[in-house]
């Protein structure tokens, strides 16, 4: 006699059932699941907020024939910025820092910064709490890392601004930042007076280019402009 291998109706009843309670467990684990993702995502995002975003980088972008280019970007708590690169010596050209300064602003909705001032502006995607790409048009990765046994920048850089003299008080207002500081009478702050006395004209706010650097003080503002070089007056005005 030939046996019958097909499943009884009551077999295949008790294998629907089963099928169907898998079905229902594994709905909820799928949702568990992608809820913890959710919240990963969120954790990921308030640790990239933008209150956590000032402080100093550093790195070494690469370069075509040279060890790379050092540079430091200090992004400051009140949007401004200061950015420094050094290039090394080749056999046309001597070592050489360049410098800008400038404001720093969320580029809405993506987790990047553009630095907008003196030179071209420059955008910087966030990997990481503590590294910034700079977006450029090159393969090679231009990264840097936060750096916190940088604390202030004191670099002399070519600056445009605008002085107001109150008596013996002068102060600057440099005009791509913002940045407003009682001006040392130190350095060339001779050359100054002497231009600005000999503008005789003058009133009010005056225009001028300079060579300078700032000190800080330890709540991170401005103490004072030191001018290591006055290029000079422009005249009236204001940034």
């Not at 000032?54 to 790379?68: I, N």
């Not at 401004?80 to 080749?90: C, G, K, L, M």
């Not at 046309?92 to 553009?114: C, F, K, Q």
Request: net charge neutral.
């Amino acid at each position: 006699m030939r046996s019958s291998r097909s499943a009884s109706p009551a077999c295949c009843n008790e294998l629907l059932t089963v099928l169907a309670l898998h079905r229902f467990l594994i709905i909820p684990v799928i949702l568990l699941v992608g809820g913890c993702g959710n919240d990963r995502d969120a954790d990921s995002r308030a640790g990239l907020s933008e209150a956590s975003l000032p402080g100093a980088y550093a790195g070494v972008f690469p370069c075509d024939g040279c060890v790379g280019i050092a540079a430091t970007l200090w992004l400051r708590s009140d949007g401004s910025f200061f950015f420094r690169q050094e290039y090394p010596a080749d056999d046309a050209h001597e070592a050489m820092d360049t410098y800008s300064l400038g404001r720093w602003n969320p580029v809405a909705d993506t987790p990047a910064i553009e630095l907008a001032g003196a030179g071209p502006r420059r955008t910087f995607t966030r990997v990481d709490r503590d590294t910034l790409v700079m977006r450029t048009d090159s393969d090679l990765e231009h990264r840097l890392t936060r750096d916190p046994s940088m604390t202030d920048f004191s670099a002399t850089i070519s600056m445009r601004g605008v002085m107001r003299v109150r008596g013996d008080s002068v102060s600057f207002t440099e005009c791509w930042t913002g940045l407003v500081a009682p001006v040392s009478k130190g350095g060339d702050f001779g050359r100054f007076r002497h231009q600005y006395r000999s503008a005789g004209r003058l009133r009010g706010p005056t225009f001028v280019e300079l060579e300078g650097r700032f000190s800080w003080s330890s709540d991170g503002k401005p103490k004072s402009l030191t001018i290591e070089r006055f290029v000079t007056v422009k005249g009236n005005g204001v940034c």
